[in-house]
């Protein structure tokens, strides 16, 4: 198969490589570890004890090992996929995804030449070293390298320079940007979901709050490329949006903090997540 052998031909070359499907998403995961309930792969934030043979849990599933590559378990995997993608971060490397022609311009004029392969909507820009990934850290702008994977779109051109600080910095001022919020909606440590019984101001049922909510669960959990930190948004703005008329208290805090955990499992940064999902409820809560 075409896919298998590019796959074959980048892991000699040391890049983590992995399937995508139509749409750009990994291969979803089987049973075992749906909704990742076996713990996750080892290389994940919260490490785990999965051990699947499939290349499940997206890009902590990438590898160089040609024995998966080739195995029974993955060629299922590569008969649907449609491209390969590789893990940046563990290929030493940061891939800066310009997505729009005003980002790389913005680019072009502020950071340092390096390799540059051209995509389907501008460029990626691609710098020796790691740092953590961050989605949206400028308008049509994501870094991706530690915990995201990028699709191969060929060698490109230019000469590998180092990871400059300038890159560094706009994941960081994501992190401390300040943002108004009249009060905590999102308790540190997440609870045990959004129950009924805690919250007697509510007029809705526990199935209608928790179909809603699963629903935004799923979609979130669908952008493990990109769009997860909007998805957040989107779903908190919409459960906010069911509790207007609601005498109150909902207590939100247990179902904004699962928006928070679903949106941290596909690689978004806890102070971004968290921020995303503030946003989202105070704007109607």
Request: net charge positive; hydrophobic share 40%.
């Amino acid at each position: 198969m075409p896919l298998v052998a590019l796959a074959l031909d980048l892991a000699r070359t040391g890049l983590p490589v992995m399937p995508v499907r139509e749409g750009k998403g990994p291969v979803g995961n089987c049973r075992t570890c749906h909704g990742n309930a076996c713990g996750g792969r080892p290389n994940m934030l919260i490490p785990g004890p999965c051990r699947c043979p499939r290349p499940c849990h997206a890009w902590a599933a990438a590898t160089t090992n040609p024995n998966i590559l080739t195995s029974a378990a993955w060629a299922r995997a590569w008969r649907d996929a449609v491209a390969v993608a590789y893990h940046p971060g563990g290929a030493g490397v940061t891939v800066l995804d310009l997505d729009t022609a005003e980002a790389v311009t913005w680019a072009r004029a502020n950071l340092p030449a390096t390799v540059t392969v051209a995509s389907t909507r501008g460029e990626h820009w691609i710098y020796r070293g790691t740092m953590r990934s961050s989605n949206g850290v400028r308008d049509g702008v994501d870094i991706k390298s530690l915990m995201q994977y990028a699709r191969w779109l060929g060698h490109g051109t230019g000469t590998l320079t180092d990871l400059p600080d300038a890159v560094r910095t706009l994941a960081e001022r994501e992190d401390t940007n300040p943002f108004p919020a009249r009060r905590t909606l999102v308790s540190s440590t997440p609870g045990g979901g959004w129950s009924r019984t805690a919250t007697p101001g509510c007029r809705h049922t526990q199935r209608f709050i928790r179909t809603g909510l699963n629903q935004g669960l799923a979609r979130i959990r669908s952008h493990r490329e990109h769009g997860a930190g909007t998805a957040a948004h989107s779903a908190a703005r919409f459960l906010a949006a069911q509790h207007r008329t609601c005498p109150g208290p909902c207590h939100l805090d247990d179902a904004a903090a699962e928006l928070v955990a679903a949106a941290e499992s596909v690689g978004v940064p806890y102070a971004y997540a968290l921020r995303s999902v503030t946003r989202g409820l105070e704007l109607t809560y």
